[in-house]
């Protein structure tokens, strides 16, 4: 099964530093919020908790999608800078609880919308914020195409978890994000199509990683018919776990086996 008329797209999230690269918030700095994001050219800017957030266009090819990320991130980077503020990608940061305070009641509200696990078709309740100081970074996902429904979301999702998710365990070192989010099969259904929000921010870092991003997701989206027999090697049970206990040796034995390669 082949997806017709894919755009991919994203919305990560970036901690902020001041001047001396202590990590601070982005509340009051960047303007936006998840209803009415801040516009810049190609795609939008906000806040989300004490993170900046940014999304794309969304994009019909590789060079289009990498564009429209870079053009972003600069324009998200003028804001920061504007402030003397800068970005900085790294996918989870513990706070305190003064600073979180100081920050104001925004730095204490988590998403409102659940997550879907594409594994077991459950909505998963959002992490509660009360007493927690640990905020984290997420790089999702989103993918348009052609009629749209459940059970593609989910099969798509399931096999970006064994082409994205078990190798991005070997470039994303980071194990205390998925403590609030980015578990295996996490993602939403959208009316254009579905949301992957599994990894992290990592794949920011460079455009290389970008590309790789693009490129699994693209593949993914033209060979959902290898999906049964990705199945037969690791189920949803053995995926969830290695992801969620990010299992390296685990996800690097299912690749080999399944010839998934990192390139």
């Given at each position: 099964?082949?997806?017709?008329?894919?755009t991919?797209?994203?919305?990560?999230?970036?901690?902020?530093?001041d001047?001396?690269?202590?990590?601070?918030?982005?509340?009051g700095?960047?303007?936006?919020?998840?209803?009415?994001?801040?516009?810049?050219?190609?795609?939008?800017?906000?806040?989300?908790?004490?993170?900046?957030?940014?999304?794309?266009?969304?994009?019909?090819?590789?060079?289009?999608?990498?564009?429209?990320?870079?053009s972003?991130?600069?324009?998200?980077?003028?804001?920061?800078?504007?402030?003397?503020?800068?970005?900085?990608?790294?996918?989870?940061y513990?706070?305190?609880?003064?600073?979180?305070?100081?920050?104001?009641?925004?730095?204490?509200?988590?998403?409102?919308?659940?997550?879907?696990?594409?594994?077991?078709?459950?909505?998963?309740?959002?992490?509660?914020?009360?007493?927690?100081?640990?905020?984290?970074?997420?790089?999702?996902?989103?993918?348009?195409?052609?009629?749209?429904?459940?059970?593609?979301?989910?099969?798509?999702?399931?096999?970006?978890?064994?082409?994205?998710?078990?190798?991005?365990?070997?470039?994303?070192?980071?194990?205390?994000?998925?403590?609030?989010?980015?578990?295996?099969?996490s993602?939403?259904?959208?009316?254009?199509?579905?949301?992957?929000?599994?990894?992290?921010?990592?794949w920011?870092?460079?455009?290389?990683?970008?590309?790789?991003?693009?490129?699994k997701t693209?593949?993914?989206?033209?060979?959902?018919?290898?999906?049964?027999?990705?199945?037969?090697?690791?189920?949803g049970?053995?995926i969830?776990?290695i992801?969620?206990?990010s299992?390296?040796?685990?996800?690097?034995?299912?690749?080999?086996?399944?010839?998934?390669?990192?390139?």
């Open positions: 099964m082949r997806l017709e008329n894919v991919i797209g994203a919305d990560p999230e970036v901690f902020v530093a001047s001396t690269g202590s990590v601070t918030s982005a509340i700095y960047v303007g936006g919020n998840k209803v009415c994001p801040r516009p810049v050219k190609d795609g939008g800017v906000q806040e989300d908790n004490v993170l900046a957030e940014f999304n794309i266009n969304p994009a019909k090819s590789k060079m289009e999608f990498i564009h429209n990320m870079d972003v991130m600069a324009d998200l980077r003028n804001i920061l800078e504007g402030n003397n503020l800068q970005p900085i990608i790294i996918p989870s513990t706070y305190t609880q003064e600073q979180l305070r100081e920050y104001g009641p925004n730095a204490l509200e988590f998403g409102c919308s659940p997550d879907i696990n594409a594994w077991s078709g459950k909505a998963v309740p959002p992490p509660k914020s009360e007493g927690n100081t640990l905020r984290t970074a997420g790089g999702h996902i989103h993918v348009g195409y052609d009629n749209p429904s459940i059970g593609t979301n989910e099969d798509l999702v399931k096999m970006m978890d064994f082409v994205i998710g078990l190798p991005s365990l070997l470039i994303d070192t980071d194990k205390l994000r998925r403590k609030l989010y980015g578990k295996a099969g993602m939403r259904h959208k009316q254009y199509g579905v949301e992957y929000r599994t990894l992290s921010n990592f920011l870092n460079s455009n290389e990683l970008m590309s790789w991003v693009y490129d693209m593949w993914a989206t033209q060979n959902l018919h290898m999906l049964p027999q990705m199945l037969e090697v690791a189920d049970k053995t969830s776990k992801i969620n206990r299992k390296t040796d685990d996800a690097k034995a299912i690749m080999q086996e399944l010839n998934l390669e990192m390139t």
